[in-house]
């Protein structure tokens, strides 16, 4: 679900919440030693995401927020904030040529620069909660 998050909006927090969990106290994102991610270029999109890009030769930049039960991708166009809620169960990452994160039909593709290289423990975090995530629903041992 891609949300217009220019201007606050209550029903958009609820969304989000419901969706991806709320967000990580600021005690739990201390101990976690932050839980966004510096901003990524974004390289790729699907094309059912290219109305949030850019039209001009312009950079398009990303950022990622972790919840408790999924991520939120923000992405920047102009004066204008959009965010693309991604809970855990629809996550796929790709590792090529940067990285590649896929869900809900779409895709988006990061630029392997030096900024998506600074990123590498941050990308390591998302892995080790998508991984906490999936063992709630373990059902191998039944």
Do not use: C
Not at 7 to 20: A, G, I, S, T, W
Request: proline content about 3%; cysteine-free.
């Amino acid at each position: 679900m891609i949300l217009n998050t220019t201007y606050f909006n209550k029903e958009h927090k609820q969304l989000l919440q419901d969706l991806v969990g709320p967000p990580f106290s600021f005690i739990e994102a201390f101990k976690m030693k932050g839980v966004g991610s510096k901003r990524m270029i974004i390289e790729d999109v699907s094309p059912n995401l290219n109305k949030f890009m850019n039209k001009v030769s312009d950079v398009n930049y990303a950022n990622i927020e972790l919840r408790k039960n999924g991520i939120l991708i923000l992405i920047n166009k102009g004066l204008q904030n959009y965010t693309w809620a991604i809970p855990y169960y629809q996550l796929v990452i790709y590792k090529t040529n940067g990285s590649s994160i896929h869900a809900q039909g779409k895709f988006i593709h990061f630029r392997n620069s030096t900024t998506f290289k600074e990123n590498k423990k941050f990308f390591d975090k998302m892995l080790d909660e998508k991984i906490k995530y999936d063992e709630q629903y373990n059902f191998q041992n039944i």
